[in-house]
């Protein structure tokens, strides 16, 4: 509960306040749906911590009372991830208060950096990958489509809200690669293999036709009813195929990880890999070489003699 927490002077209620952060969320930052809702759940929690502690007025808030609220979360468990994101959101809900007059300074400007910690991710083996790409099925138009998502997604690695946001003109077969919609409405083109174009045509030849209702969006991958096709489903997909190959579970974003490593062991470049997965960061991109390097160690532990 947010309580009756006003903005000093203007009368703005807690849930007035809301309604403006998450506009500036979604319209000014341009944040992806799950991190608006994630957003608006930490800064409901904050201000019910604020009415908690006895303030009645935004203008009370400072550095010390966002500490004593990240205080609060981890003694409650939070993960690290978790913290660091809270503080992030902290910060960018006290400078959006700040320049609307609300607070007279920002005191984000003064919390510390929570890092989070970040482990490897779980990857296939190439045999694996192959092994799971290799699945026979009957070929009606549910396995046409689910192949095709197998192959796009380890062709590509991208993010299973970007393969659902695909359109069928996004597909360039005469160059074979794919434009994406990625974070932050940033556009991209993601090349692909012989592979992922034979399940892309014999999905959009003889599967998603017979799936096409009227008024069926132009997307690319379709669900059963005709719409285009949600996330859930995506994920049900991979972990079935990989459930079927009887190898580690994981869902599409397992598929990025691995795409992205099988490019590195392959020879690729560290700036050709963040450019194929959107990252805005290298340092995001170079948690793969750690993958890479993890898995060489593995195998000469496993090989060699004087290991």
Known sequence: MTGDIVVHGSGETAEAVLTLFERHLRLERDLSPHTVRAYIGDVTSLLGHLRAAGHETLATLDVTALREWLGDQH?????????????ACARVFTAFCHRRGWLAVDPGLLLGTAKSTRSLPAVLDQAEAEAVLALDGPGDPKDLRDRAIMEVLYATGVRVSEL??????????????????????????????????????AWCVRGRPLWIREGTSPALFLGVRGGRIDQGTVRRVVHARLNRAESTDM????????????????????????????????????????????RLRTAYRQAHPRA
């Open 251 to 294: 869902g599409p974003h397992g598929l990025r990880h691995t795409a992205a490593t099988h490019m590195l062991e392959g020879g690729a470049d560290l700036r050709s890999v963040q450019e194929m997965l959107g990252h805005a960061s290298l340092a995001t991109t170079q948690v793969y070489t750690h993958v890479s390097i993890e």
């Open 164 to 201: 659902c946001g695909l359109d069928v003109d996004d597909v360039d077969r005469e160059r074979t690669t794919l434009r994406v919609m990625g974070k932050g409405r940033k556009e991209r083109t993601v090349p692909f293999g012989l592979p992922a174009l034979h399940a892309l045509d």
């Open 75 to 87: 003694q409650a468990g939070r993960s690290r991830a978790t913290l660091a994101r809270r503080t």
